[in-house]
Structures are given as structure tokens and as C-alpha cells.
DNA sequence: ATGTGCATGTAACTGGTTACATGATTCG
DNA sequence: CGAATCATGTAACCAGTTACATGCACAT
């Protein structure tokens, strides 16, 4: 119990709370978010989909089909809707990468839209504070910094002051929202 | 020979180009940079530096402070530049991550304009047929995409965009810069 | 005395990729 | 006839992280 973060686990999971489906199902789904993702291939899907097995979270129906290999298709159980809930509602751990990030944006954003608020909330801070060093940086090195690191920081910064605009944007049409239908999706 | 990628150990040589300097002095630097390379720990930077230091592509003094343990200063050899100008020269494979990008970009800036360009320009294309993906994944998706996928590819969405728009403008500058001083910095 | 900074290193683990093995089916 | 798609899986490998071990010096 409580093996926090392996993302790729926890949201196949996720995915399969939408519908029951087999690894190949899985690997389509997570190819047409192509780069988003980095498109993760059968040798991390296959293993995944096992674990959760043997962690009692999905079970398996064997669907065979007459010739062509038979689909083994997972759903999730009680347990792992559980075990999904408690990973959706924790905070992914502050400095998390993209990819990390877009796993937990995804289920969050299909459970409850107060969830979703709270990480876009977490990740504002998070990028807030990765904009500052970064500026910070570059005061710091000041005259002496190389080229590279110039340019690097800049593209850096590019990048913080998108993410921060877009998730302030977003923050306030998620509020509006909320003002004008109080209550809106749920599990 | 020709084990491409590894970029932490690549990135690691790159460094050495500027100033000879220790394990520590090295995770320092990396340590100012933030969150752009994910600051890596000494579990990191020790291995590479003995894996280097037994392709001979550095070489090592040890600086005996009396008492304190000794420095081991790292110097780059000619075949260390050698090796790295291959690396900054051969194009950073296609769908890379940001952090391996940023690498290759802070090399390649304290290298010639020239390979400074090329990387960008390359980048570009990247960063565009992505983002055509993604959008080519919100039409296919469609109305049945879930709320989470949504957010996650608009997001996807915004970083793109901010991406392009910063290689462009920085493409531009370079452009103009050429114009007015040819030769600029080399090697 | 306690902790922080300098300075080195190793071993175990983890998350993920690549490449392989298998095999029928359908499309060009 | 060959290539692509469906469909499963395993084993080897890789880069990088975490957590440890060591030990002196200086400041609080």
C-alpha cells in the first residue's frame, strides 16, 4: 500500500474508469494524445496493466476471440476506484514534470471540477515560483553567463509566463462558471 | 564508441569547455539553473564524471586541501571536445524532451550562431508538427473527448504556441543580427 | 553540541524504452 | 507476396533518483 507517484499506473487506472479495456484499447488511446504523453509502447502498458492486477485494482475478462490472439479486457473494481481517488486527490508532488502533470490534470479534470480548480491552483504556485528562480538566475549570473545559458533561460521564461497565463485564463472561466451552475460534474 | 544520447554526461562535458572544475562545482551550477534540467544530485554527476574520465575524453587533478578532502578538478581533453562538438553537431532526436532540449540549446548557444540557429530552427519544426497533432487530436476526438483531455490538450495548446512564437522572434533576431555582424562568436 | 557547508563517493531501486518472440488476418 | 494491423507478452538495458557512508571545519 501507499506506493505514492508511478504515474503510467495510476492512470491507466484512471483511464479505464471511462471504460473497460484491453492494453492494445490503452495504447491507441494514449498514441492519439501522441506527444502529450510521449507515447508510451507496450513494455511499459502490458507490465502496468499486471501490477494492478496482482494489486487487486482491475480484473480481467479473457474475451476470446476464434483466431487472433484473445483480448483480455480490464475493469476496474471497487478497490481501484478507490485507490484512484486518493491518488487524483493528492497533490502532485510540487515539482513534477509536464508529462506527470497532464497524467493528474486528465483524471482530475473527469472527477470533480472542485479537483481541478485545486491543481490548476497548485501548479500557478508551482510555476510561480519556477518563473521567480529563474529570474532570479539570471540576476544572478548577470554580465557572466554564457550564451546558451541566456538563451535558455529566456526560452525558460517563454515557456513559465505561457503556463501561468493559461492557467490564470482558465482559473477565472472555471470560477465563473461555478458562479453561474454551482453545482456541475461529479463522479 | 558512438553511444549516442545520454545527455547528462554530454551536457556535463559541454560544461567543462568553460572552466575546469570539481563534482560540486558542477552541481552548483546546475543547481542556479533551476528547474530547467531538474537540479540532479551527485548520484548523477560522480558516475559521469568517472565514465568520462575513463573514455580519456577528461582528465582529473586532484587538488589536496590539507585537511578537507581533496578536489578532484575535471579537465576536458582534445578528444573530449572532439566528442563533444559531434554531439552539439548531430540533431537532438526529434521528439525530445525539454530538458534534453534545453541541454542541447545551452551547448549549441556557447558554440557557433550558426549550430545555435540550426537547433532552433529545428525545434520549430518540432514543436509545430506537435502542435498540428494536437489539434488534429481535438477535431478527432471531438464532442466525445472527456473534460480532462480537453483541458490537458488546450494546455498542450498554449505552451506550443507560446514555443513557436518565441523561436520565431528569436529566429528573427539572430537573422538581423547576422545581417549587421556577420562573424559573430565561434569557438 | 548541533547543524550547515564543503567534498567525495556507492548501492539499490524505479520508471521507462527497446528489442525481441509469436502468430493469425487483411489489404494492396 | 509482403506489409500493416490486431494482440499479447518478456528480458535486457538505461538514465536518473534516493538514500546512505565518510569526515573535517566553521558558525550558532
Known sequence: MAKSSVSFR???????????????????LLRSLGWLLGNPSFGTIYPALHALLEDGLVTVEVVPHPSRPPRKIYTITEAGRQALKEWVAQPPPSSI????????????????????????????????????????????????????????????????????AWLEGKLNQLSTEMETNPSAEAT
Open 97 to 164: 514534470g509536464l508529462r506527470a502533470f497532464i497524467m493528474h490534470l486528465i483524471l482530475a479534470g473527469d472527477a470533480t471540477s472542485d479537483g481541478l480548480t485545486g491543481h490548476l491552483r497548485q501548479r500557478r504556485e508551482a510555476v510561480a515560483a519556477h518563473r521567480s528562480a529563474l529570474e532570479q538566475a539570471i540576476e544572478g549570473l548577470g554580465e557572466q553567463a554564457s550564451a546558451g545559458e541566456l538563451v535558455a533561460i529566456e526560452y525558460g521564461l517563454a515557456i513559465a509566463n505561457a503556463e501561468l
Open 10 to 28: 495510476h492512470f491507466i487506472l484512471g483511464l479505464l474508469t471511462r471504460r473497460s479495456m484491453s492494453g492494445y484499447d490503452i495504447r491507441q
